[in-house]
């Protein structure tokens, strides 16, 4: 086939029945450009509205990102259909059997698996890298003593950032990262190994303030979970080392988590790292979205679900209020997936190796009564509703001892390896870095003019003007008293 023939084939034909012009989109790499959709464009119709900017060209709406692609990536790859997850090409399943969760962030980073002397260098990089100035300490302990730890780490890794003005491109230079030289690669490397070696050392920080403990150096001569358990734990014991059970178990889950492309937290991250902000702030907000139910925190509403269905017995009526869209069944569902979410499968197996030291979690029974059940009803069946990589895990936790608003920082600390992947990958991407702005369909009013304050007609109804709140400050015994300027409550 001829270059222009062979052209003409990999393209979309798109014809305008509003003004019966033609154009040819290509298609490559069996995408289409959104912005070539811009030059479809017609005069407005008479009292079509302004704000629809029929003449600037079509906008493309896909609310929820549905099928949108917003960069070229070489890191994971996902067949939702087939329950297919590959990091830099190799199955997951192979990863979990005979990686370690280390060994698959230099993959996931620098996209080969290393040779003995690159991992020995990278392992000892992060390991070195895990120690927070002793000043964090006040930090922690400013949250109250019943914080969400996601609040804690999510806020941690902002406040981690301050320490490094060298890794802030709003003081350095807009081409701190982005250059691709020596420096500016070393610079963007420390920032990674910084970012991964303390995020544990953080997590272990949340976690120790919840219980009243005194916060511990890093250990050397463990690995990045052995270390993270052992700083979490450790109380003082002589030559005190993690069950290498539960230290296998929780790296297999870390390996698990590491990474899965462009996921809500992921696109935050690189959302918020587009404006070219420091990673460290980039990270802390990849944190915020995951700490939601839809995403990270479904691990956390998991365990909440199941306490709250109780026993087997209630799962039948438990699954009928879903159906009524009174409830959801978290760890079920997936954006991507439409059969099971094949880290499900491993995850499941894990868990069975840590209840053989840990004993069987006394929910586990009701978890298979749920999942059993809802794998056969027609309504998860015709949604393509599958369990996804939450609804065990959350188990495992529970089963190795962890409080449960834990769970979602179980997640994040592997996560932190992808976001920063993936966010190394776009700063080095070739054409620079584009700032994600995307656009919005804008239905509001049109243009109006200022009414001045004695000639308005209040507006009142829910969403339409504030609704009135409760002052949680004021006791029953305040609402009782007199005071001057006293309000009615
Ligand atoms: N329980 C009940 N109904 C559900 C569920 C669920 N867990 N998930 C989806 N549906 C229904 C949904 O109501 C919709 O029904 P209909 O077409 O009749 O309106 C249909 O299935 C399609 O769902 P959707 O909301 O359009 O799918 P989505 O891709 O926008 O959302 C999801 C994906 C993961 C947010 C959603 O499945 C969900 O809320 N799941 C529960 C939370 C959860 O387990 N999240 C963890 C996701 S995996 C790990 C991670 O990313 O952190």
Redesign the pocket.
Known sequence: MGRSLESEANSLTVRDNRTGKTFNIPIVDNTISATAFKAIAAPRKEGEREENETEKGLRVADK?F?NTAVIQSQITYIDGDAGVLRYRGYPIEQLALHSSHLETSYLLIYGHLPSREQYKVFESEIMHHSIVHADAEGFFRSFRYDAHPMAILTSAFSYLGSYYSEANPSLQGQTLFTKGDHNSLANMDKQIFRLIGKATTLAAMAYRIRQGRDFVTPPTGLSYTGSFLYQMDHLGQENYRPSPVLERALDVLFLLHAD?EL???CTTVLQTGSSLVDPYSAIAAGCAS?YG??????NE??IRMLISIGSPENVPAFLES?KR?E?????????VYKTS?PRSFIIRKTADEVFKVTGKDELLDTAMALHDAAIKDE??VK?K?AP????WSGLIYRAMGFPLDFFPVL?AVPRVVGWLAHWRQMMLQSGGVKIWRPRQVYVGAGKRDFVPIEERKPVEGPKQAPTPVMHSGITKRTAMAEFKGKTKL
């Open positions: 929820g549905l899965h996921n809500a937290s995951l139910p839809l995403h990270g925190g479904a509403a998991v879903v869209r409830k959801v069944l978290s760890g079920f569902g997936h954006r979410d309504f998860f949604r509703l996804n990589v939450d609804f997640f």
